[in-house]
C-alpha cells in the first residue's frame, strides 16, 4: 500500500541552526502539506503546496519557514534558524485532490528537538 | 477562527460502545474528518461527512449536524487496540483544523 514518508525519524539540533525535514509524499498525489504536533499539544496547520507554491499557510508558518519540491518526488521543510519552541512533531501529509473525501494521508513524523 | 471542542478523555471496556463528540465553530466547512492517533504515531483516517447523517464503516459511525455544528465517533464492540486518541478535524479550503483530541482507554 503506498504511504507518505519521511526522514530523518529524529533530527537534535541546536538553537540559531537551519534544519531541512524531509517527506516523499504518496506518488500520484497533487497536493502536499505540513502539520506540526508539539508534545501534549493538538495537530496544527503549518502549509499547503499545490501546483509548486504555496496554496495557503498559517500563521505559525512565518518567514523561517520555506517548504520546496525539490524534485518529482520529495517535498521539504526548511526551518532557517530554530527556535527552542520548534521542537515538535513535524507530519508531511499528501492527497490526490483538495475536495471532499479526499483524505490527507500522514507521514511517520519527524521528531525536532531544539536545544 | 477555529474553535474545535471534544472531551479530553474517555475510558470504556473492552466490548462496549463509547461516543466520542465533537462541537466546531469554524469560519468555513468543506467536511469534517475523524483520525485514529497512537502515542507518538501519525494520524490514521477514520471517517468523512459533508453531508448531514450517519455514516458506517465496521465497528466505526461518524454522525454529522452542520446546522448544529456538531459531530460524533461510535467506536463499537472495542477492543484494546482501540485504546488511541481521536481527532475531530474540520476542512477549510485545504487545510484540516484539528482538536485537541479524546484519549480512550479500553480496559479488559
Known amino acids: 500500500e503506498p504511504e507518505v514518508t519521511q526522514t530523518p525519524s529524529h533530527q537534535v539540533t541546536q538553537m540559531g541552526q537551519e534544519v531541512i525535514l524531509r517527506c516523499v509524499p504518496i506518488?500520484?498525489?497533487?497536493?502536499f502539506y505540513w502539520y506540526r504536533q508539539i508534545l501534549g499539544q493538538k495537530v496544527e496547520f503549518l502549509v499547503s503546496f499545490y501546483n509548486n507554491e504555496i496554496s495557503e499557510k498559517s500563521e505559525i508558518f512565518d518567514d523561517q519557514f520555506s517548504v520546496e519540491r525539490p524534485d518529482g518526488s520529495n517535498f521539504t521543510l526548511k526551518i532557517r534558524s530554530t527556535k527552542l519552541e520548534d521542537s515538535a512533531m513535524y507530519f508531511c501529509?499528501?492527497?490526490?485532490?483538495?475536495?471532499?473525501?479526499?483524505?490527507?494521508?500522514f507521514g511517520p513524523g519527524t521528531r525536532l528537538t531544539v536545544l | 477562527g477555529q474553535n474545535i471542542d471534544q472531551p479530553t478523555e474517555m475510558t470504556a471496556t473492552e466490548g462496549a460502545i463509547v461516543q466520542i463528540n465533537c462541537t466546531y465553530q469554524?469560519?468555513?466547512?468543506?467536511?469534517l474528518f475523524w483520525y485514529q492517533q497512537h502515542a507518538g504515531e501519525a494520524p490514521t483516517f477514520l471517517s468523512y461527512?459533508?453531508?448531514?447523517g450517519l455514516e458506517e464503516k465496521g465497528r466505526f459511525s461518524s454522525f454529522l449536524s452542520r446546522s448544529k455544528g456538531y459531530s460524533y465517533l461510535l467506536l463499537k464492540e472495542l477492543q484494546m487496540k482501540d485504546s488511541a486518541s481521536y481527532l475531530c478535524a474540520v476542512k477549510n479550503d485545504y487545510k484540516l483544523s484539528f482538536g485537541a483530541g479524546t484519549t480512550v482507554t479500553v480496559r479488559a
Open positions: 469554524t469560519s468555513g466547512f468543506n467536511g
Open positions: 506518488s500520484n498525489h497533487l497536493y
Open positions: 461527512n459533508v453531508l448531514d
Open positions: 501529509a499528501s492527497s490526490d485532490l483538495a475536495g471532499g473525501p479526499n483524505e490527507q494521508f
